[in-house]
């Protein structure tokens, strides 16, 4: 069983499109996150949200918006895709408090041309 | 605001040997640490953490790592280095506000 799946794993699509990547948790976490990492491996958050609050990381453009149908499920909505959009996706999740560690799923690979 | 450092971006290791890859952290309150490693084309997964405690923490793949205070640091260890421990190593600090920040990454290679 896989703890946190995202589809798609590779996505290819042209500057100005709109996307969504999918992300679910089976492990009954309260909290769930994205992160995107660049070409140089650097990890950075762009959302956490927990139940009904969201927080953004305020270097994310107001593109990207993440959408939470319930619980399990935490999607990546971005507009308007830029050539700089191109990263490695991840979404995670873990328990409330902050002394819990975080599982990721696999990845997106975004790639913009 | 709390951050996070890994002064090295390589660590270069033979099989056999103890490796080391550094962490120091920067975070107002108590500290919540923890270490990540991703192989090619995965996420990151879970390696151990210092939530309290013992200085001293054992994890997954005969890995540990040692709280040290005085130093704000948070090193990550291994007696014995494998080939397959060759991988990309974050460290990660949270603080009770749940806001996490990871380190830079150090990839690890393990020559045989």
């Known amino acids: 069983d896989t703890a946190v799946s995202q589809t798609p794993k590779y996505l290819v699509t042209q500057m100005g499109n709109d996307k969504s990547i999918k992300c679910e948790q089976n492990?009954?976490?309260?909290?769930m996150y994205w992160y995107k990492q660049d070409s140089k491996k650097f990890l950075k958050i762009m959302f956490s949200?927990?139940?009904?609050?969201?927080?953004i990381n305020e270097t994310v453009p107001n593109r990207f918006s993440p959408k939470s149908p319930d619980k399990a499920h935490l999607n990546l909505h971005i507009n308007s895709l830029e050539l700089g959009d191109s990263a490695v996706y991840f979404c995670?999740?873990?328990?409330?408090?902050?002394?819990?560690?975080?599982?990721f799923g696999p990845g997106t690979r975004l790639t913009v041309t | 605001a709390q951050s996070v450092a890994q002064p090295e971006d390589q660590v270069n290791v033979a099989e056999g040997n103890p490796l080391t890859v550094k962490c120091t952290y920067s975070v107002s309150g108590n500290p919540y640490l923890f270490w990540y490693v991703q192989y090619p084309n995965r996420g990151l997964q879970f390696l151990l953490k210092?939530?309290?405690?013992?200085?001293l923490v054992k994890g997954s793949y005969g890995f540990e790592a040692e709280f040290n205070k005085s130093q704000t640091s948070f090193h990550l260890k291994k007696p014995s280095a494998l080939v397959s421990d060759s991988a990309l190593y974050f460290c990660?600090?949270?603080?009770?506000?749940?806001?996490?920040?990871f380190g830079a990454g150090t990839r690890l290679t393990v020559k045989p």
């Open positions: 995670a999740s873990s328990q409330v408090p902050a002394t819990y560690e975080q599982y």
């Open positions: 990660a600090v949270r603080d009770n506000n749940n806001d996490m920040r």
């Open positions: 949200y927990n139940n009904k609050e969201l927080i």
């Open positions: 210092y939530i309290t405690g013992d200085n």
């Open positions: 492990l009954g976490h309260d909290t």
